[in-house]
Nanobody, 129 residues
Framework: QVQLVESGGGLAQLGGSLRLSCTYSGFSSDDVAVGWLRKAPGKEREAVACIGTRDGIPYYAGSVEGRFTVSRDRVKKTVYLQMDSLIADDTGVYYC??????????????????????WGQGTQVTVSS
C-alpha cells in the first residue's frame, strides 16, 4: 500500500521561504515519480514540481521555475520542496503526489492534465504580506 506523508508548510512572509517534505513508502519499484501539486481557491490545480526517485531529475512548472527546488533522499525515501522568493500566488494546499511511472514527471513542465496514482493528505501554505 503506497503512502505519501507530508510535513512542513505553514505561514510565510512575502519573499520568504518554506520547505515541504514528503516521505513515501509502499512502491514496488524505486524508480517512480514523486512530486507536488497545489490547489488554491478559484484556481485550477497545478502540479508544480516532480522528481524521479532513482535518477533525481527534477521537473518544474513555469510558475515556480527558478524559485522552487525539488530534491530527494533515496535512503530516507523522502522528497523535499524548497520554496524561496514566495509570492501571494503560491498560497494554497500542497499535495504530495506519486506515480508508478517515472515518466509522469514529464507532464509537469507542460501543465498537461494527468491523473496521478497517489496523493498525500495535503498541507496548507499561506504567503502573507
Amino acid at each position: 500500500q503506497v503512502q505519501l506523508v507530508e510535513s512542513g508548510g505553514g505561514l510565510a512572509q512575502l519573499g520568504g521561504s518554506l520547505r515541504l517534505s514528503c516521505t513515501y513508502s509502499g512502491f514496488s519499484s524505486d524508480d517512480v515519480a514523486v512530486g507536488w501539486l497545489r490547489k488554491a481557491p478559484g484556481k485550477e490545480r497545478e502540479a508544480v514540481a516532480c522528481i524521479g526517485t532513482r535518477d533525481g531529475i527534477p521537473y518544474y512548472a513555469g510558475s515556480v521555475e527558478g524559485r522552487f527546488t525539488v530534491s530527494r533522499d533515496r535512503v530516507k525515501k523522502t522528497v523535499y520542496l524548497q520554496m524561496d522568493s514566495l509570492i501571494a500566488d503560491d498560497t494554497g494546499v500542497y499535495y504530495c503526489i506519486g506515480d508508478r511511472l517515472r515518466e509522469a514527471c514529464g507532464n509537469v513542465p507542460t501543465s498537461a492534465p494527468y491523473s496521478w496514482d497517489y496523493w498525500g493528505q495535503g498541507t496548507q501554505v499561506t504567503v502573507s504580506s
